[in-house]
């Protein structure tokens, strides 16, 4: 079946647009959606949807400071760059927002002159830079960078996020963007998880910047998926061996720890321990391997993570689920509500 990119738009009230988190993580409403019926309730009963069988997979990743402001040095013209991944200790990949593209060899004069980069070249979206070698990539954004809240969020980050969009896994560097169904957990949710008996597995994947982007190809084949460095640990392979012995459900975190999981599946479903890069662009149609249940977040219109969303639970129950939603007052993005999928959709069925 052919789709167009209308397939996947919908019309949201920019008020429906979160600006601020919850009161608390697991403050966040939460839509279930199951096989005759959607619910509404909060995240604080997400347990009861669980099964003592189960295995719960997060994402562990935890957002740098990814953004640094500053000027061009021959001209003295705004920059911001926005940092997209470490290439190494002293490179990166980035966005620079600038009112004439930066060429090789131009520096940046980054944090009032107190850190100069160098412009490598360009890498198509992105520029490459090259930081002082007397410091590691990871201080110099901890000094002088600040986090970078989404595009959508319409005022700059301030103390309370520096908390608020890290989740309570976090622990790897390496991130742009937080995994936002992780968002929603915290002390006392995961205290009620245990009780129910279900485990908690991680991987890691560094989300990237190109997460925000929406697909601008009407041909979805044409699409290029921005690169996310993965990692899925021996643990979190023995611990869904063990899930599925016991007859229970992989129940991914966020799309994030569904990319990875399934970025590390053999063709029979077996999970790889491991890591390495991950372009997987999941439309509908794709048979998942690995992944039985799925919490999210609600998306951008015409994104791929939409289009993911839209093959695990298919296409009408996704419509349906979003149109209500919004009728609802929900919050949407990053720091809004979430969804839980309480079984995937057979390509055949979408």
């Known amino acids: ?81 926005l940092i997209e991944r470490a290439l190494n200790e002293h490179e990166a990949l980035a966005q620079v927002r600038a009112s004439k593209a930066p060429r090789a060899g131009t520096r940046l004069l ?24 007397t410091a590691p990539l990871e201080t110099w954004l901890a000094r002088y960078g600040k986090l970078p809240l989404p595009p959508y969020i ?46 908690l597995a991680r991987v890691t994947l560094h989300v990237g910047a190109g997460t925000f982007q929406p697909v601008r190809t009407e041909n979805l084949a044409e699409h290029v998926m921005h690169a996310e460095r993965y990692f899925v640990p021996e643990e979190t392979v023995a ?7 016991r007859g229970g459900r992989v129940v991914a975190v966020g799309t994030t720890s569904l990319r990875a999981l399934e970025s590390a599946a053999t063709p029979a479903g077996e999970v790889r321990a491991g890591g390495g890069e991950t372009r997987l662009f999941i ?26 969303v839209s093959a695990f639970a298919g296409m009408e129950t996704i419509r349906a689920a979003y149109a209500e939603a919004v009728a609802a007052k929900m919050r949407f993005f990053s720091y809004g509500d979430a969804m839980f999928i309480t079984h995937r959709s057979e390509p055949d069925a979408v």
């Open 110 to 133: 980054l944090a009032d002159g107190a850190l100069a980069v160098e412009v490598q070249g360009r890498e198509e979206p992105f520029f490459r830079l090259r930081f002082p070698d």
């Open 1 to 81: 079946m052919r789709f167009s990119l209308a397939d996947f738009d919908y019309a949201l009230p920019p008020e429906r647009i979160a600006q601020q988190p919850a009161a608390t993580r697991s403050a966040s409403r939460l839509l279930v959606l199951e096989e005759k019926q959607r619910t509404q309730a909060t995240m604080r009963d997400f347990p009861r949807w669980l099964r003592a069988n189960d295995v719960l997979v997060v994402n562990d990743t935890r957002v740098v400071q990814a953004r640094l402001f500053g000027v061009k040095e021959s001209s003295g013209g705004q920059v911001e760059v």
């Open 154 to 199: 319409e005022r700059a980050a301030d103390a309370a996020d520096a908390e608020r969009y890290q989740t309570v896994f976090a622990r790897a560097s390496g991130s742009v963007a937080a995994p936002t169904a992780g968002l929603h957990f915290d002390a006392p949710l995961l205290d009620a998880i245990a009780a129910r008996g279900v485990p």
């Open 239 to 245: 611990a869904i061996r063990a899930a599925r012995a």
């Open 283 to 308: 439309t509908p149609g794709y048979r998942f391997r690995v992944v039985d249940a799925l919490l999210t977040n609600f998306h951008l219109p015409r994104s791929t993570l939409l289009m993911l």
